[in-house]
Structure formats: C-alpha cells, structure tokens
C-alpha cells in the first residue's frame, strides 16, 4: 500500500525560505511521477508543481514560478518543494500527491496523497 508522509510546513515571515518534503512507502519511488498543490478554505486545491519519476522534467504553475523549486532523491524515497521569498498569499495547507509513471498539473490525475501541511506566511 503506498503512503506519503509530509514534513516541513510551519509559521515563517514574509521573504523566508521553507522546505516541504514528502517520502513515499510502500511501491518503487521511481515509478511515480510527483505532484505538489496547495488550499485555502472556501478555495479549490491549486497545482503548484510537478516533477516525472527521474527528476528529468518539472512544471510549475505561473503563480510559483521562479520562487519554488521541485526535486526528487530516488534514493531516499523523497520529493521536495523548495519555497522561497515566501508571501502571504502562500499561506495554505500544502499537499504532495503520486502518480503512477508520468507528471501531471490535474489534480484528478493523482493516485495518492499525503496528509497535508500547514504553512503560514506572517507580514
């Protein structure tokens, strides 16, 4: 059975960096693409970012680009999101998700998902 477990979110100031990280169980990692969302109460699950089964590609969405940045160790079992020049408008509890073989940016197109994290972006 596959699971993912999240680590990383917390409470930080605007212009800090964070580090979500996300380690799948339970099926060969490599055999997942990786998907990172995120959501607000009232607000539909937003894609951020996704990153193939290598690490070869990734996508982001226009509202993340140029601030986050997706990576995989394969070895470790683990994707990350790397978050910087963090605003408040980030704030949101943050989701990894897999998918067998290939990326995605369709929410619909995710087998699994993590537990969610909260992050929290202070003015």
């Known amino acids: 059975q596959v699971q993912l477990v999240q680590s990383g979110g917390g409470l930080v100031q605007a212009g800090d960096t964070l580090r979500l990280s996300c380690i799948l169980s339970?099926?060969?990692?490599?055999?997942?693409?990786m998907g990172w969302f995120r959501q607000v109460p009232g607000k539909e699950r937003e894609f951020l970012a996704t990153?193939?089964?290598?690490?070869?590609?990734?996508y982001y969405a226009n509202s993340v680009k140029g601030r986050f940045t997706s990576s995989r160790d394969n070895a470790k079992n683990t994707a990350y999101l790397q978050m910087n020049s963090l605003k408040p408008e980030d704030t949101a509890v943050y989701y990894c998700a897999a998918r067998y073989f290939t990326e995605s940016s369709l929410l619909d197109d995710y087998d699994f998902w993590g537990q969610g994290t909260q992050v929290t972006v202070s003015s």
């Open positions: 990153i193939s089964a290598f690490g070869e590609r990734t």
């Open positions: 339970g099926r060969p990692f490599n055999t997942f693409g």
